[in-house]
């Protein structure tokens, strides 16, 4: 098994009057089985149950992580932010639901 490491998740929205109440979580990265962070991108995606063209991004100490860098620049207990990029609203309705149990719907 490769090196593994725990990192604080926690999101963030941006352009929304969603402010979101997701508290933050720890989350262990395999840095053998998700060498990139487009990688680690989408096995958080699939565990918090994203919709698939939901578009958001990895920061890290005020910096954003690039989907193609490795994994090896995180490190223990690092503090990474996922920022939801704007939630529109469709037909005069906005729905948007906790991130961990349902998905966001994008137009």
Request: glycine letters at 4%; charged letters at 20%.
């Amino acid at each position: 098994m490769g090196s593994v490491i725990r990192v604080k998740i926690s999101q963030h929205y941006t352009g929304s009057v969603y402010s979101g109440n997701n508290p933050p979580f720890w989350f262990l990265v395999n840095l053998s089985t998700l060498p990139t962070i487009e990688h680690l991108k989408n096995d958080l995606k699939g565990k918090l149950r994203l919709k698939e063209d939901l578009q958001y991004e990895l920061w890290l100490d005020g910096c954003q992580l690039p989907s193609w860098e490795s994994t090896l620049v995180l490190r223990e207990n690092d503090a990474i932010v996922i920022r939801y990029r704007s939630i529109y609203v469709c037909n005069t309705r906005l729905k948007t639901e906790n991130l961990s149990i349902q998905k966001h719907v994008l137009c």
